[in-house]
Each structure stands twice: as C-alpha cells, then as structure tokens.
T-cell receptor, first 114, second 112 residues
Framework: GDSVTQMEGPVTLSEEAFLTINCTYT??????LFWYVQYPGEGLQLLLK?????DKGSNKGFEATYRKETTSFHLEKGSVQVSDSAVYFC?????????????FGEGTQLTVNP | DAGITQSPRYKITETGRQVTLMCHQT?????MFWYRQDLGHGLRLIYY???????DKGEVPDGYVVSRSKTENFPLTLESATRSQTSVYFC???????????FGSGTRLTVV
C-alpha cells in the first residue's frame, strides 16, 4: 500500500540555519505530494504541494521538489525563524488507490532557537 | 464565516457514554474526513465521505459511527467511549484530489 517515510525528529536549529526535512514515499501510479504544518494547539495547514514529477512547490520561503526517480519530496528552507517551530507532515494522495484520501508521514517536530 | 469548524473544542466524558463530535464546512466540499492524532501514531484516518450519504471506513473505524445527511456536516459518534479513544480528533475537507485538505482546529477528547 501507499506509505510516507519522514526523517525522525525532533530537529533543533538555530535561527537563520538551513532546514531540510527528508520525505520519501511508496505509491502506485503518480501521486500528488503535500507538506502540512501544525502549530501548537492548532490543526494542520497546507504548506505546499506538487502534483507531478519535477514540480516545485513553494510557500513562505519553504520549497520541495517532486523527484520521481528517487521517490522523494524533501522540504527545505534557506533561513529558518523562531516562528517556524512546528510539526511538519509529508503526505501523498494516489488517485489509483485512494481517491482523495491522504496518507501522512509520522511528522517531524522542528524547534528553532533564537 | 467561511471555513471548517469543529465543536466542542474540548470534551471530557466517562467510559461507556455516547459522545458526538461535530464538523461543519461552508464550502460545499465533496470530501470530508475524520482523523485522530496520537503521540507515536501520527494521523490515522477513522472515516471519510465522498459525498452526502456516502461514507466509508478508514484505518481505525472500530467504535465510531459517522453520518452525512447534508454535504456541510459530518458528525462523528463514539457509541460507547473507551479510554483508548482519548485523543485529538481532526475533521478535514477537500473539493478533490489535487487541492489538499483544509483542517478544523480539532477536538481534544478525554475519556475518564
């Protein structure tokens, strides 16, 4: 079945450091890929998405490129801020197997210190 | 206000009681979902619905019941609450595959 594997957390960085959170997936066909962010006490918010190979999703300084050859969708940001502290979830939706259902990774806790 | 709202925000109930969590969305999205979030398990799908009067089981449906008589509402009922159902419950909706989900703010349920 479909699955998403994220790098284990927690991740702790200093402000202005470079961020990478790895995400790899297993899916049938050509899934759409998503990154969600969850701030403390809140629901998940869509951060960015990519719907086909080589697409780059971007938002709020975050980027991720859909790499079909490596089945990856790694999240990057060049300079993190304290306000980026949150839990980040990678997810996929594979039409052939799940319709509009999303399969989520376990989440990666990011803490950014001033 | 447009959006997806969940109620109540917090709920404490006793073992064996029936409890219903409410979810309401204002966009007329076709798809709606219920997830539970637990430490160590991430997000797990309980039930989902592709349209009014169409529902299907997710990964962890046991002990839960859903209905969707109207497009905008998707209540989740715990028929006889157990301590293992203590969790944070999230409702979400989407118009379709490539749009991503919009999540509600969650209901924190404690079963004592």
């Amino acid at each position: 079945g479909d699955s998403v594997t994220q790098m284990e957390g927690p991740v702790t960085l200093s402000e202005e450091a470079f961020l990478t959170i790895n995400c790899t997936y297993t899916a049938t066909g050509y899934p759409s890929l998503f990154w969600y962010v969850q701030y403390p006490g809140e629901g998940l918010q869509l951060l960015l998405k990519a719907t086909k190979a080589d697409d780059k999703g971007s938002n709020k300084g975050f980027e991720a490129t859909y790499r079909k050859e490596t089945t990856s969708f790694h999240l990057e940001k060049g300079s993190v801020q304290v306000s980026d502290s949150a839990v980040y979830f990678c997810a996929l939706s594979a039409r052939e197997t799940s319709g509009s259902r999303l399969t989520f990774g376990e989440g990666t806790q990011l803490t950014v210190n001033p | 206000d447009a959006g997806i709202t969940q109620s109540p925000r917090y709920k404490i109930t006793e073992t064996g009681r029936q409890v219903t969590l409410m979810c309401h969305q204002t966009w007329s999205h076709s798809y709606m979902f219920w997830y539970r979030q637990d430490l160590g398990h991430g997000l797990r799908l309980i039930y989902y619905s592709a349209a009014a009067d169409i529902t299907d089981k997710g990964e962890v449906p046991d002990g839960y019941v859903v209905s969707r008589s109207k497009t905008e509402n998707f209540p989740l009922t715990l028929e006889s609450a157990t301590r293992s159902q203590t969790s944070v419950y999230f409702c979400a909706s989407t118009p379709g595959l490539n749009y991503g989900y919009t999540f509600g703010s969650g209901t924190r349920l404690t079963v004592v």
